[in-house]
């Protein structure tokens, strides 16, 4: 498996905006979802946002609904994750993941995406 490639962490202060990307080795279908989790420490990963290419399909966990915004870059292959107004309990590590087994499906579960990134340090000071 090629990985995904991530960036876009680092620490910021409460209340502030980040933006991750993720970029995917090859032109994902337009139903094919991109999805992010985090995992804090001492704790399971936990689901944050899945959108499908096309925008089309969305899942957002209510821990971050109302405060995150998808885009994409066709040309680069290039999806991104903007969060607005962050919180200390948004502190964790940031995962993106893609499902290229079921177009159409904008899954909660880490089992069902099959690339993966290799991880950004997001961290909030209150």
């Known amino acids: 498996q090629v990985p995904l490639v991530e960036s876009g962490g680092g620490l910021v202060r409460a209340g502030e905006t980040l933006r991750l990307s993720c970029t995917t080795p090859g032109r994902a279908s337009d139903d094919n979802a991109m999805a992010w989790f985090r995992q804090a420490p001492g704790k399971e990963r936990e689901f944050v946002a899945a959108?499908?290419?096309?925008?089309?399909?969305?899942s957002i966990s209510d821990s971050v609904k109302g405060r995150v915004t998808f885009s994409r870059d066709y040309a680069q292959n290039t999806g991104f994750l903007q969060m607005i107004s962050l919180k200390p309990e948004d502190t964790a590590v940031y995962y993106c993941?893609?499902?290229?087994?079921?177009?159409?499906?904008?899954?909660?579960?880490?089992?069902?995406?099959?690339?993966w990134g290799q991880g950004t340090q997001v961290t909030v000071s209150s």
């Open positions: 993941a893609v499902d290229y087994k079921f177009p159409g499906r904008t899954s909660t579960l880490p089992s069902d995406y099959d690339y």
């Open positions: 959108m499908s290419w096309s925008g089309r399909d969305t």
